[in-house]
C-alpha cells in the first residue's frame, strides 16, 4: 500500500490524502486552503481531479470546510462518502449559504448523491477494508479511518481532540475499534500552539454557568457549527436561568442534532431541556433585520439573555436596538481577531469593538495527549498532516517513535519500509 499526502504536509488547511493499492486509489478529504493562508493552486490528481474513476473513492472526515469545501470542482462520478449527520449539517449549512455563494448551490445538490456510513461499522471499497471511527471534534460527527490493504494497517487521524465532551470514552474507543496499526496518519494543528487547550469543554461550561449568572446580558460570538460549544452554551443558560437565543439558522442546526440517531444524541447534552432554544424573529419587509418589538425589549430587560451571534449586519442591528448592557464573548479562536495575522477577520473584530472576554477551548488535540494517543497505538512510524510545522513535530515526537516527514506530492510505500528506524526520515 502507498501513501500520498498531495496537500497538507506543511500548511492546516485543504489537506488531501491518498492510499493506493493495485491500482486502487482510496482519498481522505478535498477541502479548501484556509483563507489568506498559503495557497498551493488547484490540484491535479490522476484518479481524483481527472482520469479514470472506477477504482477512485473520497472519504470525508467532517463538514469543516478545509476538509470537504472543494469537492464540488470534481468530477460527478467519483464516489463520496460522509457521516450521515455530518452530510444533513452541511446540507443546512449549504442552503444557508447558497444565496450569497454560489459554489454552496452546487454543494446542496452534491450532497443528494453522497453515500454514508456508520461509525464502528466495516465496509470495503476494492482492497480497501475501511471502518470509520467516530472522534471528538469542534465538528459533530466527525471521523478517523482504519484503512487495511496489502497486510498493511493504517489509522488516518482526522482532527480530533481528548478534552471535550465526548473524549472520556476515547481510549476504550480506540482498544474496541482500532486496536494496534502500523503508521498513523496525524493531525498536528496545535504543535506551535501549547497554550491552545488549556481547558477542558466541561470546565468551560462551568465558567459559562457562571458568567451567564453575573452577566444579565451576554453575546456570545460562536461558529454555528461547533456543535458541542453551542449545546454546551444552551444548556448553561438553562442553569443560569437565562433565556437562550439564536437565530433560525443556528436552530435549525441544533434540531438535526437533536432530531438524529447519532450514537451521541442519547446524551442529554444534544437533546432540549426545559426550554427550547428560542429563535430570533426576522423582519417581515426585510429578511436582512431581526425584528425587534418592545415587548421583545421589555422582557430581555427584565429576565436578560444569552444570544449566539456571529459578525454580520444583522446581528449588529439587533444589538444596536436592545437597550443595556451587555458582556460581548468571543468562543472561537482569537487569530480571528488580531490584526497582521493570516486569519484576521475584520468584520468580526469590528462586531466585538474590543471590548469582550475570551472564553474558547481548541477543537483540536494538545502535544501532551497526542503521546498518550501513540502510546496506545504503538505504531511502526507516525507521518505528520494538517500542520504548519512538520520538523517540530519530528523533534518532538521522534524520541519514541519514528516519524516520516513526507513532503506534497512525493509518495512512500508504507510495506516497503516496515522495520526501518525513519526517526526525523525526510521523504
Known amino acids: ?47 481524483l481531479t481527472h482520469g479514470n474513476l472506477s477504482k477512485s473513492a473520497l472519504l ?13 470542482k470534481l468530477p460527478e462520478a467519483l464516489p463520496i462518502y460522509m457521516g450521515e449527520v455530518a452530510r444533513e449539517i452541511q446540507k443546512v449549512l449549504s442552503n444557508h449559504l447558497k444565496t450569497v455563494m454560489p459554489a454552496h448551490q452546487e454543494m446542496v ?19 480497501f477494508k475501511i471502518r470509520p471511527v467516530t472522534v471528538d471534534h469542534s465538528a459533530f460527527d466527525a471521523y478517523a479511518f482504519r484503512i487495511e490493504a496489502d497486510g498493511v494497517s493504517a489509522y488516518h487521524t482526522g482532527d480530533f481532540r481528548l478534552h471535550g465532551f465526548r473524549s472520556n470514552k476515547f481510549f476504550k474507543m480506540l482498544e474496541q475499534f482500532v486496536g494496534k ?46 456543535i458541542d460549544r453551542l449545546f454546551s452554551l444552551y444548556h448553561a443558560a438553562l442553569k443560569a436561568g437565562r433565556p437562550f437565543y439564536v437565530d433560525g439558522y443556528q436552530k435549525q442546526i441544533m434540531d438535526v442534532v437533536v432530531n438524529s440517531k447519532s450514537i451521541w444524541t442519547n ?50 442591528n439587533l444589538l444596536e436596538q436592545i437597550p443595556g448592557e451587555k458582556q460581548k464573548v468571543l468562543s472561537m479562536w482569537n487569530g480571528y481577531v488580531k490584526e497582521g495575522t493570516e486569519a484576521y477577520n475584520e468584520n468580526l473584530a469590528n462586531s466585538l469593538d474590543g471590548e469582550y472576554d475570551y472564553m474558547h477551548t481548541s477543537g483540536h488535540i494538545d502535544m501532551k495527549d497526542l503521546r498518550k494517543f501513540f502510546h496506545q497505538l504503538r505504531p511502526k512510524a507516525i507521518i505528520p498532516i494538517h500542520t504548519d510545522s512538520p520538523d517540530e513535530f519530528v523533534k518532538l515526537f521522534c524520541d519514541e517513535w519514528p516519524v516520516i516527514r513526507l513532503y506534497d506530492g512525493l509518495s512512500i510505500s508504507l510495506t516497503s519500509i516496515s522495520g526501518v528506524d525513519l526517526c526525523g526520515t525526510k521523504i
Open 181 to 226: 496499526v502500523d503508521y498513523v496518519v496525524c493531525e498536528a494543528t496545535n504543535i506551535m500552539r501549547p497554550n491552545a487547550t488549556s481547558k477542558k469543554e466541561s470546565a468551560l461550561q462551568r465558567d459559562f454557568v457562571s458568567l451567564f449568572k453575573e452577566k444579565k446580558s451576554t453575546v456570545v460570538y460562536l461558529s454555528s457549527t461547533n
Open 267 to 316: 446524551s442529554p447534552l444534544y437533546q432540549y431541556g426545559k426550554y427550547k432554544p428560542e429563535s430570533l424573529l426576522y423582519h417581515k419587509s426585510d429578511k436582512n433585520r431581526f425584528f425587534v418589538s418592545d415587548s421583545f425589549k421589555e422582557f430581555l430587560d427584565k429576565k436578560g439573555y444569552v444570544i449566539i451571534a456571529r459578525s454580520s449586519e444583522r446581528f449588529d
Open 60 to 72: 470525508i472526515t467532517h463538514y469543516h470546510g478545509d476538509h470537504i469545501g472543494s469537492i464540488t
Open 109 to 127: 445538490k452534491l450532497l443528494q448523491k453522497v453515500q454514508t456510513f456508520k461509525a464502528g461499522h466495516d465496509f470495503t471499497f476494492g482492497p
Open 1 to 47: 500500500m502507498t501513501i500520498t499526502i498531495h496537500r497538507g504536509t506543511d500548511q492546516i488547511g485543504g489537506c488531501v490524502t491518498e492510499y493506493e493499492y493495485n491500482g486502487w486509489h482510496l482519498f481522505v478529504d478535498y477541502g479548501e486552503e484556509l483563507p489568506n493562508g498559503p495557497k498551493t493552486g488547484e490540484l491535479q490528481v490522476e484518479g
